[in-house]
């Protein structure tokens, strides 16, 4: 059993990158603010796990021709998948939970993948993704503007935005990937009576994970699904307020790990300093070397861009010179990195990753 597991780095110079929508009480009607958390310290500005998820998703679904996304159907106010994980890459890696229709053959007609009746599947999503928190408190800026093209009176609108370095965690279940639970348990009830009888159809092999039986792909697809995935981080796109400011969202830090757990020991290496600026914590990345040093089944892959925090990447690239880690730990660009991550997760030699 094994995780890919890393963090990342977003530099949002000007953005509002995830909006709370509607200000009650603004003095303009067209008020718009962001998701922020307040603390005793200040604001901390975030981006929401499902957006950074439907970022991902998007990113995979327009520039990765190989990869297969469900269709999703909708019943008046509820939207669910085909929750059909052999066909669908998104439905296997991220997970999915389907109940009965409460319509006569509302799902029959809608053109969605048969559901056993009365039966509910639900699979939790081998990729996890958390929030991503602003590193240090800001002070998160109002703009104000008008409607400009029409006759008469302007019409005003407010926004919100800040400028911040937004730290995400994230985590892939190597061995829940390409593996169907046909058990009792929420979260492991991925199969009924049709998607059961479609995995010996195609011929995945019957096996026992984690004491529940499951059924499993080919290694090989297994490998391609993960890798494709892990590849389009690089590519990574998407954000609101995206024609107001522009923001890349391409990681600007990433640190990925082949670990023998979910766990993510990664969280304390960029800290904020007592003036709000994000620092590279040199005696914390030590001691997770140290301390964890067992448990990484691949290098520490560091990508840090040029340009973003440069003395803080001369840190590290000092600390790893110092102790001689040239070899456990490997710093190049972000993109670089994360396709090194990718091609290493398809490789045969390192398929019992996925045991």
């Keep these: 059993m094994a995780f890919m597991t890393g963090c990342i780095v977003l530099d949002a110079p000007a953005s509002a990158l995830n909006n709370a929508g509607q200000e009650p009480g603004a003095a303009t009607e067209n008020a718009i603010v962001i998701k922020k958390i307040r603390t005793p310290e200040g604001s901390f500005p975030y981006v929401s796990a499902q957006a950074v998820r439907y970022w991902i998703r998007t990113t995979l679904e327009s520039g990765e021709e190989d990869w297969k996304a469900a269709p999703v159907h909708r019943e008046g106010k509820i939207a669910y998948t085909d929750a059909e994980p052999i066909e669908w890459w998104d439905d296997d890696l991220f997970g999915y939970m389907r109940a009965p229709s409460k319509k006569t053959d509302a799902a029959k007609a809608e053109g969605a993948a048969p559901l056993e009746k009365g039966r509910e599947i639900t699979r939790i999503s081998p990729f996890r993704v958390s929030t991503f928190v602003s590193v240090a408190p800001v002070a998160v800026t109002r703009d104000f503007g008008t409607m400009a093209r029409q006759q008469g009176d302007p019409v005003p609108y407010e926004h919100e935005f800040y400028r911040a370095h937004l730290l995400g965690l994230l985590s892939l279940d190597l061995s829940a990937a390409g593996t169907f639970f046909d058990g009792e ?104 070397m140290d301390v964890y040093g067992d448990d990484f089944h691949s290098p520490v892959l560091v990508g840090w861009a040029k340009g973003f925090l440069d003395d803080e990447r001369a840190k590290l690239e000092a600390t790893v010179a110092d102790r001689g880690w040239k070899e456990r730990v490997v710093i190049d660009h972000p993109v670089a990195q994360i396709e090194r991550m990718a091609e290493l997760l398809s490789k045969p030699e390192n398929s019992d990753w996925y045991d």
Excluded: C, W
């Design 185 to 288: 348990r929420v979260g492991y009830k991925n199969l009924d009576s049709h998607r059961r009888k479609k995995a010996g159809e195609t011929g995945l092999s019957e096996v026992t994970v984690r004491r529940q039986k499951a059924f499993r792909l080919p290694i090989e697809q297994r490998m391609r699904r993960v890798s494709t995935l892990v590849s389009a981080l690089s590519r990574l796109n998407g954000g609101a307020k995206q024609t107001l400011h522009y923001t890349d969202v391409t990681p600007a830090v990433v640190v990925l790990a082949v670990t023998r757990h979910g766990n993510n020991p990664f969280y304390r290496m960029l800290v904020a300093s007592r003036t709000h600026q994000t620092e590279f914590h040199r005696s914390a990345f030590e001691e997770v």
